[in-house]
């Protein structure tokens, strides 16, 4: 008697909770692999070429006004940018920086930038970092907000220091030395 009780007990509660399932829980991080907060310092070298044969930067689209404003504003540009150890294009590639910036300023040259690092290197391989930030690319050095992350970076955030280490005026390609602080799990 007690037992054909409990069974149909569980066996409504069960009825009950399909058709009115909870949409959330709370669970512990230790529930999705997550230990103990790190924080990461990555340094690495971007290469943004919007010359010659093989450009990794490219136009997309651009207003009207765009050729008469001295900050270029409303033009966006796409990018797959390799990011390698060291300044010359030919070091280690250790991932590659992909994604939009649009001159965003009507009077300064100012981007909004929004990109995902994808790494290709040992225990980061396929994790990726995603930026979102404005972006004053004729300041020597500036600082980006790193928004998240996926794979190893999951619930990353921090920020990136951007250095310029060459920029060609005639053509616009240029290289960055980035420094990323990136506390993840
Ligand atoms: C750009 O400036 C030129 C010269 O001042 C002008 O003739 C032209 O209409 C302007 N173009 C736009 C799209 O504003
Ligand atoms: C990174 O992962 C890809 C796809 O899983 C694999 O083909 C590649 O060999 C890996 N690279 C390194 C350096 O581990």
């Not at 396929?126 to 790193?146: C, M």
């Not at 955030?157 to 005026?169: E, M, N, P, V, W």
Request: charged fraction near 15%; hydrophobic fraction near 40%.
């Amino acid at each position: 008697m007690a037992i054909w009780f409990i069974t149909l007990t569980l066996l409504f509660s069960s009825v009950a909770a399909a058709e009115n399932p909870d949409f959330y829980e709370y669970i512990s991080p230790s529930s999705l692999g997550l230990k103990k907060e790190k924080l990461l310092h990555l340094h690495f070298f971007f290469h943004d070429v919007s010359s010659g044969p093989k450009p990794t930067a490219v136009t997309i689209a651009q207003a009207q006004t765009t050729a008469n404003s001295s900050s270029f504003f409303g033009l966006l540009m796409i990018a797959d940018d390799p990011l390698t150890v060291g300044p010359d294009p030919g070091s280690k590639l250790v991932g590659r920086g992909q994604g939009l910036y649009g001159f965003a300023d009507q009077k300064e040259v100012a981007l909004a930038m929004l990109f995902n690092f994808v790494f290709t290197e040992g225990k980061f391989n396929g994790s990726t970092l995603s930026l979102l930030g404005r972006n004053l690319i004729f300041h020597d050095e500036r600082e980006l907000p790193i928004v998240g992350g996926s794979g190893v970076f999951k619930f990353a955030r921090g920020f990136a220091h951007a250095k310029k280490y060459s920029l060609d005026t005639k053509t616009g390609d240029t290289v960055v030395e980035y420094n990323f602080y990136v506390f993840h799990y």
